[in-house]
């Protein structure tokens, strides 16, 4: 139940985004996408009595970049939202590691029993690809038109960090701790 309802606060926020994107312009669907993400985040306590600190994180990013395209009338603030929580994982990812305390482990304890050096190892692969998804995300802003990057944001970028997860389960079945042979 949990996985499911992460999974849909992080879809439901997106797909208001670019829906309202079409209707209402960039500035308008960042808006929705903040109301959105706080509904989310609302019903997800109600359910679970806690909430993932990504999608605290996440909504926080949210409200200031729509805030300050909105004061300042530059969407440059909304495009950068996904750089700086990108940043701001690998960043967490990458010191957790550093300090042989893994923030991956804390997260994904129950999924997998993994030695430190395992752990340790996952955290980088997870930090350098949060970093090159904030580069990504920079290029695409900055050198595509807005529409193309909106449909990179909702189409492109959660596709990649799923292929990204997903390729990282040969190194979980290889590195768990009960693994025989």
């Not at 306590?45 to 993932?52: A, L, M, N, Q, S």
């Not at 804390?106 to 580069?135: G, H, N, P, Q």
């Not at 990649?160 to 997903?166: A, G, R």
Request: some cysteine; glycine content about 4%; aromatic content about 16%.
């Amino acid at each position: 139940m949990l996985r499911l309802l992460k999974l849909l606060s992080e879809l439901v926020p997106l797909v208001v985004f670019f829906v309202c994107y079409h209707y209402e312009g960039i500035q308008n669907a960042a808006i929705y996408m903040f109301i959105a993400s706080l509904v989310v985040v609302c019903v997800v306590y109600i359910i679970e009595r806690k909430v993932p600190t990504f999608s605290i994180i996440s909504t926080v990013v949210l409200l200031l970049s729509a805030l300050l395209s909105i004061a300042t009338g530059n969407t440059m603030f909304i495009k950068m939202k996904p750089t700086v929580l990108y940043l701001l994982f690998g960043s967490a990812f990458y010191l957790s590691a550093f300090r042989k305390k893994p923030f991956l482990q804390f997260m994904l304890k129950e999924v997998a029993d993994l030695s430190l050096k395992a752990w340790v190892t996952l955290s980088y692969r997870f930090a350098w690809f949060f970093i090159a998804m904030a580069l990504l995300n920079e290029v695409m802003w900055r050198s595509c038109e807005e529409g193309t990057w909106v449909k990179f944001k909702v189409f492109g970028a959660i596709p990649i960090t799923l292929l990204f997860t997903f390729s990282q389960i040969p190194f979980l079945l290889k590195h768990r701790t009960d693994h025989k042979g």
